[in-house]
């Protein structure tokens, strides 16, 4: 009879938290979102994950999940988003590992080189003897010196372009500048030979010379002078003119 009686005590106790585990809230949808993983129906395990997360929104392992969803699907910065949340829900260091690890590799598969680094140098902190995550520390700093390196190409190149830019800016103004020198040239030599020839018309020409009134007044004199010798000397030479006596013819 006692053992009746502690069959069914143990059963008061069992049968209650076996029905809190499976009424937990979005455990189920994390069930079937682990299941269209398994399968590869990463988008079918990505709506399982958020409607579990609908239910529950501390439920870790569902925010885990959802970023190994996304990631599969290529959407990197949402899934870094997901890992990143992870770890800071995370219960332990191993929990933390995985998701700063998978972070490491979703910023890396976003060309985030240098912030990859730090989520695998967190991922280490937890977990120091990982060697997956050294490994893929080790690859993502090489990558970020192929990456500087190749910034650094990319910069002399177009500091070059840049400076070829404007040397040729520079050379057409010179250019510029030296043809209207030229034109100011020639420009200036037209007129210095428009000039010349002015005035080697003007040395041609008999030039005026100005008289001083008292000058006229002399002229004047002289030519009355000349006026009257000239009238004087006419009447010395006028000869009378012979009276000639007309007789009648008979």
Do not use: C
């Not at 840049?162 to 510029?176: C, L, W």
């Not at 100011?184 to 080697?200: A, H, S, W």
């Not at 004199?221 to 000639?244: C, G, I, S, T």
């Amino acid at each position: 009879m006692k053992r009746i009686y502690l069959i069914f005590f143990l059963l008061i106790l069992v049968v209650p938290t076996y029905a809190q585990l499976f009424s937990e809230p979005g455990k189920a949808d994390v069930r079937a979102g682990n299941k269209a993983y398994e399968d590869k129906n990463y988008a079918l395990s990505e709506q399982a994950y958020k409607k579990a997360l609908e239910a529950k929104k501390e439920n870790s392992r569902a925010v885990y999940n959802l970023g190994n969803a996304y990631y599969q699907q290529g959407k990197f910065s949402e899934a870094a988003y997901e890992f990143e949340k992870a770890a800071s829900m995370a219960e332990n260091s191993g929990e933390k590992s995985q998701a700063f690890h998978n972070l490491g590799n979703a910023l890396l598969k976003d060309n985030k080189f240098k912030e990859s680094i730090d989520a695998y140098k967190r991922a280490l902190r937890e977990k120091p003897d990982d060697e997956e995550t050294k490994y893929n520390l080790a690859y993502a700093q090489q990558m970020l010196r192929e990456q500087q390196q190749k910034q650094n190409q990319d910069q002399k190149q177009d500091d070059k372009k840049d400076q070829d830019q404007k040397d040729k800016q520079d050379q057409q103004k010179q250019d510029q500048q030296d043809q209207k020198q030229d034109q100011n040239q020639d420009q200036q030599q037209n007129q210095d030979q428009k000039d010349q020839q002015d005035n080697k018309s003007e040395a041609q020409q008999p030039k005026q010379q100005q008289m001083s009134p008292e000058q006229i007044e002399k002229m004047l004199e002289a030519l009355e002078f000349q006026e009257e010798k000239l009238q004087q000397d006419l009447q010395k030479k006028k000869v009378p003119a012979n009276k000639k006596k007309v007789e009648k013819d008979w």
